[in-house]
Nanobody, 123 residues
């Protein structure tokens, strides 16, 4: 059974930083492109960042470029999202996702989802 478990969310002031982690089990982690998505209250879930199985390629939403960094540790079966210069608009539930395939697939239709972790940025 595939499990993606996010952690690291919380309450932070604008301008602060958080580091999210997503621990994976039940899948061949280094065969999957991993991604992060978020959903703000009253809005649809949106793509945030993705990283290929090797870590050689990444992609980011325009709204987070230059502030967020996605990385992975295949030995630990964990993907990270370092979030700096946080803004109130970054508030939402952040979801980890796994896709067997390209970043394009990861952005459009991941195979697995985590349960999410809440990030709240106060102004």
């Amino acid at each position: 059974q595939v499990q993606l478990v996010e952690s690291g969310g919380g309450l932070v002031q604008a301008g602060g930083s958080l580091r999210l982690s997503c621990a994976a089990s039940g899948l061949t982690f280094n065969a999957y492109t991993m991604g992060w998505f978020r959903q703000a209250p009253g809005k649809e879930r949106e793509f945030v960042a993705a990283i290929t199985w090797s870590g050689g390629s990444t992609d980011y939403a325009d709204s987070v470029k230059g502030r967020f960094t996605i990385s992975r540790d295949n030995a630990k079966k964990t993907v990270y999202l370092q979030m700096n210069s946080l803004k109130p608009d970054d508030t939402g539930v952040y979801y980890c996702a796994a896709a067997y395939g390209s970043i394009i697939k990861a952005k459009r239709r991941p195979d697995y989802w985590g349960q999410g972790t809440q990030v709240t940025v106060s102004s």
